[in-house]
């Protein structure tokens, strides 16, 4: 499983996303299989005021069709782990998450807020591993 985040110059924490095996929802899933290849765009959405409330990444797909919120893994809690800043599926990465995207390399926080051509990347090994 692969995401790759590109960033946009004219908005700070936006910008295009490309997935590779990404996890297909329950909805999609007699028409996609377990996993899809796809892209859309990406935002970054602040946490709140409270210690337990982290910015998240939102994914919007597109291709290969358009995805309604919550017809897959489309919003990932950023946080750190292992002193890396890592993407998380549940709302709170404290609890021992199931899903948990480190970066392939490694980034400033400039290159996060979109100023970084090549984009990031997130590669996760297969579930069995």
């Given amino acids: 499983m692969t995401l790759t985040l590109k960033g946009s110059k004219n908005k700070p924490d936006s910008g295009t ?31 709140g005021t409270s210690a337990i409330e982290f ?15 919550g017809d897959t893994l489309d919003s990932l809690t950023i946080a750190q782990g292992d002193g890396r800043t890592c993407l998380y599926a549940d709302g709170d990465p404290e609890v021992c998450p199931a899903f948990r995207l480190p970066p392939s390399r490694r980034w400033s926080r400039p290159g996060w807020r979109g100023r970084d ?13």
């Fill in 17 to 47: 996303v490309t997935v590779y095996d990404w996890p297909t929802g329950d909805w999609y899933r007699s028409e996609l299989g377990e996993t899809f290849d796809g892209s859309g765009t990406w935002s970054v959405v602040q946490g």
């Fill in 55 to 69: 910015a998240h990444l939102s994914l919007s797909f597109t291709a290969p069709e358009r995805f309604l919120n």
């Fill in 117 to 129: 051509p090549k984009g990031l990347s997130w590669p996760l090994p297969p579930a069995s591993a």
